[in-house]
């Protein structure tokens, strides 16, 4: 058996740290910089690091790895902790890729939710309709990978409920989602059918303010806050993997908390 050689340049470890540095998921380079050292990523992926390049693919390599271990762990009947109303995070912090100034304003009575891939009825839904369902609320924490939490009230319809609704194959791989602020993401189907998993429409009991995502979005207290889309427009079920806004750029595509 002929073993791939591993080969190093003089600035190997300075490679492999500034890539470390710019990878975008903090939780990746957490993740890499405690657990993996420049000859243990060449071994754990048979990469040769001798460019910026074998170093790239070595932690696309790792972090799908990641995603594939966290999927196995995941317990789609294992609860996020609930808090009483008494903890909520006063005012609840504004988190997005822009600025609060720059926060779409969408007019809900015009607002129309798409549906397309794999459901049998594609329909478009009013807020009305939604608004109209089997509503639900919890007390949860949201967890921001810069390293933040805070705990806030959401009120709204089980993703599950609506997902089996509308005839979506719930043997699908992925559900995603695009929004009005052009942000993107999707999660797993097991995520999207987890009890906690919340088409949000209400925030501390009234309608959900346009900077934490009007007039819906998905909250999910078992995944990091990238991964709760806001001002969501369309809705996709897909056996492609779908990727995402941040995950596109080097998050971790599961994200789980």
Same mark, same amino acid.
């Given at each position: 058996?002929?073993?791939?050689?591993?080969? =190093?340049?003089?600035?190997? *470890?300075?490679?492999?740290?500034?890539? #470390?540095?710019?990878?975008?998921?903090?939780?990746?380079?957490?993740?890499?910089?405690?657990?993996?050292?420049?000859?243990?990523?060449?071994?754990?992926?048979?990469?040769?690091?001798?460019?910026?390049?074998?170093?790239?693919?070595?932690? %696309?390599?790792?972090?799908?790895?990641?995603?594939?271990?966290?999927?196995?762990?995941?317990?789609?009947?294992?609860?996020?902790?609930? =808090?009483?109303?008494?903890?909520?995070?006063?005012?609840?912090?504004?988190?997005?890729?822009?600025?609060?100034? *720059?926060?779409?304003?969408?007019? %809900? %009575?015009?607002?129309?939710?798409?549906?397309?891939?794999?459901?049998?009825?594609?329909?478009?839904?009013?807020?009305?309709?939604?608004?109209?369902?089997?509503?639900?609320?919890?007390?949860?924490?949201?967890?921001?990978?810069?390293?933040?939490?805070?705990?806030?009230?959401? %009120?709204?319809?089980?993703?599950?409920?609506?997902?089996?609704?509308?005839?979506?194959?719930?043997?699908?791989?992925?559900?995603?989602?695009?929004?009005?602020?052009?942000?993107?993401?999707?999660?797993?189907?097991?995520?999207?059918?987890?009890?906690?998993?919340?088409?949000?429409?209400?925030?501390?009991?009234?309608?959900?303010?346009?900077?934490?995502?009007?007039?819906?979005?998905?909250?999910?207290?078992?995944?990091?806050?990238?991964?709760?889309?806001?001002? #969501?427009?369309?809705?996709?079920?897909?056996?492609? =993997?779908?990727?995402?806004?941040? *995950?596109?750029?080097? =998050?971790?595509?599961?994200?789980?908390?």
């Amino acid at each position: 058996m002929i073993k791939k050689k591993i080969t =190093y340049s003089k600035d190997s *470890e300075l490679m492999l740290a500034d890539a #470390i540095r710019r990878v975008a998921a903090p939780s990746r380079r957490t993740f890499l910089q405690r657990t993996i050292t420049l000859g243990g990523l060449a071994l754990l992926t048979g990469c040769s690091l001798d460019d910026d390049s074998s170093i790239e693919s070595a932690l %696309g390599q790792v972090s799908q790895w990641n995603d594939r271990v966290q999927g196995k762990l995941f317990d789609p009947n294992r609860l996020a902790p609930t =808090y009483p109303d008494s903890m909520i995070t006063r005012p609840f912090p504004f988190n997005a890729f822009y600025g609060e100034d *720059e926060v779409p304003q969408i007019d %809900g %009575g015009e607002w129309r939710l798409e549906l397309s891939g794999m459901i049998a009825d594609r329909t478009p839904w009013t807020l009305r309709k939604l608004r109209a369902l089997p509503q639900t609320d919890q007390v949860t924490r949201h967890i921001c990978v810069e390293g933040w939490s805070a705990i806030g009230k959401w %009120g709204g319809v089980p993703f599950a409920t609506f997902l089996k609704r509308v005839g979506a194959d719930l043997n699908a791989k992925y559900v995603g989602f695009k929004c009005a602020d052009d942000y993107y993401t999707s999660i797993d189907m097991a995520t999207a059918l987890h009890p906690q998993t919340l088409m949000t429409l209400t925030y501390d009991g009234q309608t959900l303010p346009a900077q934490y995502g009007y007039p819906m979005k998905l909250r999910m207290p078992t995944k990091l806050g990238y991964k709760n889309p806001k001002h #969501i427009q369309a809705i996709f079920v897909t056996n492609a =993997y779908p990727g995402g806004y941040w *995950e596109d750029q080097g =998050y971790n595509w599961f994200g789980g908390s």
